[in-house]
């Protein structure tokens, strides 16, 4: 196959086929709007939801094939690792879920790429949980 064979849309990046930087930062603007409101996970940015908004967007474009700013600037994600100071149980994967279903579902993408897009979230998600107490000050994340 010449190098002119490759070039047809098969060639094109996850990223490039949901719409790119705009279609990310939609999504990312929409998930720090519900963040803000929400109880449990807003203190965890202590204000800097801004700056918080940017890494996630520099990731998840890195992530499905786009720029890969997010790892000039801040070098391997190592996600595990940089959630180790949060206090991640279930409830709070619950709400980040609940927060970023909505704020994809506002893309307004084929149903096929809004579940290709959900699954790898639903995932990365889960993984991120480091404890199962309950968090500080309240009765959520007990389990049944
Ligand atoms: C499960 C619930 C989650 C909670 C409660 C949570 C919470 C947080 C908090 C408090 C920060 C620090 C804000 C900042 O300074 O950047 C952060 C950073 C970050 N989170 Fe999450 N997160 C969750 C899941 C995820 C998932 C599923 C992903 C990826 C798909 C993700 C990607 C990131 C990234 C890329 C950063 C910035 C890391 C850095 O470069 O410092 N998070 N998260």
Do not use: C
């Not at 849309?9 to 409101?37: C, K, M, N, Q």
């Not at 000039?72 to 279903?101: I, S």
């Not at 107490?133 to 009765?139: A, L, M, Q």
Request: negative net charge; hydrophobic residues 35%; without cysteine.
């Amino acid at each position: 196959m010449s190098a002119a064979d490759r070039t047809g849309p098969a060639e094109l990046s996850f990223y490039e086929v949901i719409g790119g930087h705009d279609t990310i930062a939609g999504i990312v603007r929409r998930f720090y709007e519900g963040v803000r409101t929400d109880e449990v996970l807003a203190p965890m940015y202590d204000g800097d939801f801004d700056g918080a908004e940017d890494r996630l967007r520099m990731f998840l474009e890195q992530y499905w094939g786009g720029p890969t700013t997010y790892s000039e600037q801040r070098g391997h994600p190592r996600l595990r690792m940089r959630h180790a100071p949060f206090h991640v149980n279930p409830d709070a994967r619950d709400r980040w879920m609940l927060h970023m279903t909505a704020a994809l579902k506002g893309a307004h993408l084929p149903p096929l790429h809004e579940a290709t897009f959900m699954d790898y979230l639903q995932r990365a998600a889960h993984s991120m949980i480091n404890t199962f107490e309950p968090t500080p000050g309240t009765s959520t994340g007990e389990q049944a």
